[in-house]
């Protein structure tokens, strides 16, 4: 993508300076163009003072890219026009050369277009290599390859009809909006809804972003953990359309001053599958985010969640121990309620009690009694665990330990003889039982009670495709430890291909940290040592660490080095600069 960097020459100095126009026809453009909004090429074309031709040389110069003139047509470019659906070739003015080394050759006008090559970039889910050609030139073989009509194709996200079906007087107010939300099902807006839920449901993403700006509506979706913009609505479809998901959620769709909460459950493809709606009001309008629940993202079985051999023998002992706490931790997003939810399905028997308190329940689960934290009642994560103590269950479930006070209860309940999964937010398996001290825990019930913690972390992994690299990057070999030795023959890279959309990663795994409670952990614990002390005891008594599972995995073919780089790099290179891929 073109960024603009400094020192670059602007478009105007160089057609001077080729001789191309002169000082005061740019002035007069320069003007024109500020008064129009229009590019300055495009001005100084439209007046008759240069050819497109000549605007396309000159930004293929400034921003250093291959012109292609287009003189000798479609032979000359090699046209794949199924490479990209026939509505964004129009709506862009934009051409596909096929594609080389994962990367779609694109014949662009306008290099400085962001919006256009995001957009494209995601709806095909491939990485772009930009070639500047003139725009008439781009447009008469437009109309050669499709015919001169204007038909949108049916699989644009927003429609030519919906656009148009939108009135560009719908008034802001909450009546408005209303009546367009809970139209008959024909309605633009409830097509729109309805389609970008189940686009991202069919493409593999975890969210769906619908974020506000002082113009558009940005359309997100994130998949394999990475956001991609799907679309630019017009500010004008923002209340109807927030309306319109408000409403499905079951949220006050008059409240726009305070944060929200609601569930969708919607069946797609014979599947039904739950949402999880939260609306945030923001600076431009309310920011509203689906979480996809997918039923069966928690059952595919622990040797598919990324568990290497031993790590997987020693999960499996330990959700299988009577009593004690199994603590996961990570940030936001690392897949520890998904490895939780993996182990209760394994222990999920008739001739065991399993409880939950959960904010909120996110899977329902046949045969667990989960309980609905709802703090306005004052139904806490306390109160919920002091209750189901008193029902003798074997295995308990805390969705997230948060302050002393939960902390405390899940600890007496493993001293009682019962089995308690949490999760923990910390950056590594050892920093959990100094958060633990630092909200009010008692050194030496932190140390009696946890029986083992695990980190983790979700990595892309590589697709089918991949390929041998030849000649990795010694940098990023020295970022995640791997001796260059030693990645002969082992190492792979992103290839590209139709089931990955040229991305050459499809799917995620976790890279894990097992630290297991020792005698030489439990003495250090009890005696307030330091992180970097605990961490030190843990490797010393067999603990993998991130950036040791994750080297396992990029040996192994599953991912890239500068994949794990993004989550755990060797101590004494995180100075280093790895180019992310």
């Known amino acids: 993508m073109a960024r603009r960097t400094r020192g670059r020459q602007k478009l105007g100095e160089m057609l001077v300076r080729d001789g191309v126009v002169t000082d005061e026809q740019v002035e007069s453009a320069v003007t024109t163009a500020k008064a129009s909004g229009k590019r300055l090429g495009e001005c100084l074309v439209e007046a008759g003072h240069c050819t497109d031709v000549d605007v396309a040389k000159v930004l293929a110069e400034q921003f250093g890219m291959e012109f292609n003139p287009l003189e000798s047509g479609e032979d000359q470019l090699e046209v794949d026009k199924d490479a990209i659906p026939a509505d964004i070739i129009r709506k862009y003015t934009v051409l596909p050369g096929g594609k080389g080394g994962g990367r779609l050759k694109l014949l662009v006008h306008d290099p400085m277009d962001l919006d256009a090559l995001e957009t494209i ?56 909006s209303v009546d367009i939300a809970a139209g008959e099902d024909q309605a633009p807006i409830v097509k729109l809804s309805n389609k970008l839920i189940m686009e991202a449901v069919r493409g593999r993403a975890s969210d769906i972003h619908i974020e506000p700006m002082s113009d558009r509506v940005v359309l997100r979706y994130r998949i394999d953990g990475v956001c991609h913009v799907r679309d630019n609505l017009p500010k004008r479809m923002q209340a109807a359309l927030l309306a319109r998901v408000k409403l499905m959620s079951g949220v006050n769709i008059a409240e726009r001053r305070i944060p929200q909460d609601g569930r969708i459950k919607m069946d797609i493809d014979d599947q039904q599958v739950d949402f999880r709606v939260s609306c945030c009001p923001a600076y431009h309008g309310e920011s509203v985010v689906l979480r996809i629940l997918r039923p069966d993202s ?58 939950t308190a959960e904010d909120p329940v996110e899977y329902s689960f046949a045969g667990i009694n989960q309980c609905q934290v709802h703090e306005s009642i004052g139904l806490t994560f306390s109160s919920i665990l002091r209750a189901m103590l008193r029902q003798a269950p074997n295995i308990v479930l805390i969705g997230e330990i948060r302050d002393r006070e939960v902390a405390d209860i899940a600890i007496q309940a493993a001293l009682t003889g019962h089995l308690v999964f949490s999760t923990l937010h910390t950056n590594d398996a050892p920093s959990a039982i100094t958060r633990l001290i630092d909200m009010g825990v008692k050194p030496y019930l932190a140390a009696s009670s946890i029986q083992a913690i695990m980190a983790q972390r979700l990595i892309r992994t590589l697709c089918s495709c991949k390929v041998l690299d030849d000649a990795p990057d010694a940098k990023q070999l020295r970022v995640v430890d791997i001796d260059p030795a030693e990645a002969v023959g082992k190492v792979h890279k992103a290839a590209g291909c139709g089931k990955c959309n040229g991305v050459g990663f499809k799917g995620r795994k976790a890279i894990f940290e097992m630290m297991m409670m020792s005698a030489e952990i439990r003495d250090l614990a009890f005696s307030r040592a330091p992180v970097s002390e605990l961490r030190a005891a843990a490797l010393r008594t067999g603990m993998r660490s991130l950036l040791g599972d994750g080297k396992v995995k990029i040996l192994n073919g599953v991912t890239t080095p500068s994949e794990i780089a993004k989550f755990a790099q060797a101590d004494t290179l995180v100075e280093a600069n790895i180019d992310s891929e």
């Open 121 to 176: 970039r995601f709806r095909l889910n491939v990485e772009i290599a930009t070639v500047i050609s003139p725009r008439s030139r781009i447009q008469a073989l437009i109309d050669e390859l499709f015919g001169g009509g204007q038909a949108v194709a049916s699989d644009s996200l927003v429609t030519e009809s919906i656009d148009v079906s939108v009135d560009r007087s719908v008034d802001r107010s909450v009546d408005a």
């Open 298 to 355: 928690v059952k595919i079985g622990l040797p598919n969640l990324g568990f290497e051999q031993d790590h997987l023998d020693t999960f499996n002992k330990i959700i299988r121990r009577p009593n004690g706490i199994f603590l996961v931790t990570g940030p936001t997003g690392s897949g520890k309620t998904t490895t939780l939810y993996s182990a209760l399905d394994v222990l999920n028997r008739p001739d065991r009690k399993i409880i």
